[in-house]
């Protein structure tokens, strides 16, 4: 049997606020007709690499710059050991308290309501 690789989709009446999780709901939601016009995209899920260590790294060299000036220049001097191991606990850390709950969607698309979607979306609650 093979694994569903379809992207979930989602639905919306204007194009911008994709709520609705299928056709039938969009309709019923919203009492659209025959000839309305929906739209459809992918969800695209958010990672969970929001920053990593070179992000941390910037940030820290920056306020040393403020604090030490020119004094500054090489600070931090972090080895590429310590950099890899701060990024793996960023990547941890993330995925475990940054999951996001919101999502982008893509490749929008065009669906003109038709008679069988509205006698499909009366089929079903």
């Given at each position: 049997?093979?694994?569903?690789?379809?992207?979930?989709?989602?639905?919306?009446?204007?194009?911008e606020t994709f709520q609705?999780?299928?056709?039938?709901?969009?309709?019923?939601?919203?009492?659209?007709?025959?000839?309305?016009?929906?739209?459809?995209?992918?969800?695209?899920?958010?990672?969970?690499?929001?920053?990593?260590?070179?992000?941390?790294?910037?940030?820290?060299?920056?306020?040393?710059?403020?604090?030490?000036?020119?004094?500054?220049?090489?600070?931090?001097?972090?080895?590429?050991?310590?950099?890899?191991?701060?990024?793996?606990?960023?990547?941890?850390?993330?995925?475990?308290?940054?999951?996001?709950?919101?999502?982008?969607?893509?490749?929008?698309?065009?669906?003109?309501?038709?008679?069988?979607?509205?006698?499909?979306?009366?089929?079903?609650?």
């Amino acid at each position: 049997m093979q694994p569903n690789t379809q992207p979930r989709q989602v639905w919306s009446r204007n194009g911008e606020t994709f709520q609705a999780d299928s056709l039938h709901e969009l309709i019923n939601d919203y009492e659209l007709g025959p000839g309305s016009v929906a739209h459809v995209g992918d969800v695209q899920e958010h990672g969970t690499d929001w920053i990593d260590a070179n992000d941390v790294i910037e940030q820290i060299a920056n306020r040393g710059a403020d604090e030490g000036g020119e004094f500054a220049d090489d600070f931090p001097d972090v080895s590429a050991e310590a950099k890899a191991e701060l990024d793996e606990f960023l990547k941890r850390w993330q995925a475990e308290h940054c999951v996001a709950n919101f999502f982008l969607v893509v490749n929008v698309r065009h669906h003109t309501i038709t008679e069988a979607d509205i006698e499909e979306a009366a089929c079903k609650p």
